[in-house]
């Protein structure tokens, strides 16, 4: 089983930038399509980004596109997740997530793995 481990996240004004880091270990990211997905309190977690095995299929949710962006690099074990002109409603704790299928799901329950999560806070 892959472990994930997210880190980059932080409070920051709106209009700037986080560039989310999402790292592999026990086994190689390269077998798994990475996505990204967010929850705030008392509402269901939701798709932000999500990328195939090799780079070749990005998806983004449209409430992101324009402003996110996210990439992999399998040499390095590591996705990331990079957020730019940032709004207060972008606030959650983001989530990287593995699934083995060579289909890129939006859905949360495709995902296997998780990793423990990165809190954005975004002020006004």
């Known amino acids: 089983q892959v472990r994930l481990v997210e880190s980059g996240g932080g409070l920051v004004q709106a209009g700037t930038s986080l560039r989310l880091s999402c790292v592999a270990s026990?086994?190689?990211?390269?077998?798994?399509?990475i996505g990204w997905f967010r929850q705030t309190p008392g509402k269901e977690r939701e798709f932000v980004a999500a990328?195939?095995?090799?780079?070749?299929?990005?998806r983004l949710a449209d409430s992101v596109k324009g402003r996110f962006t996210i990439s992999r690099d399998n040499n390095k074990n590591t996705a990331w997740l990079q957020m730019n002109s940032l709004k207060p409603e972008d606030t959650a704790v983001y989530y990287c997530?593995?699934?083995?299928?060579?289909?890129?799901?939006?859905?949360?329950?495709?995902?296997?793995?998780w990793g423990q999560g990165t809190q954005v806070t975004v002020s006004s």
């Open positions: 026990g086994r190689a990211i390269a077998a798994y399509t």
């Open positions: 997530a593995a699934d083995a299928s060579i289909v890129v799901y939006e859905t949360e329950t495709s995902y296997d793995a």
């Open positions: 990328i195939s095995w090799g780079g070749d299929t990005r």
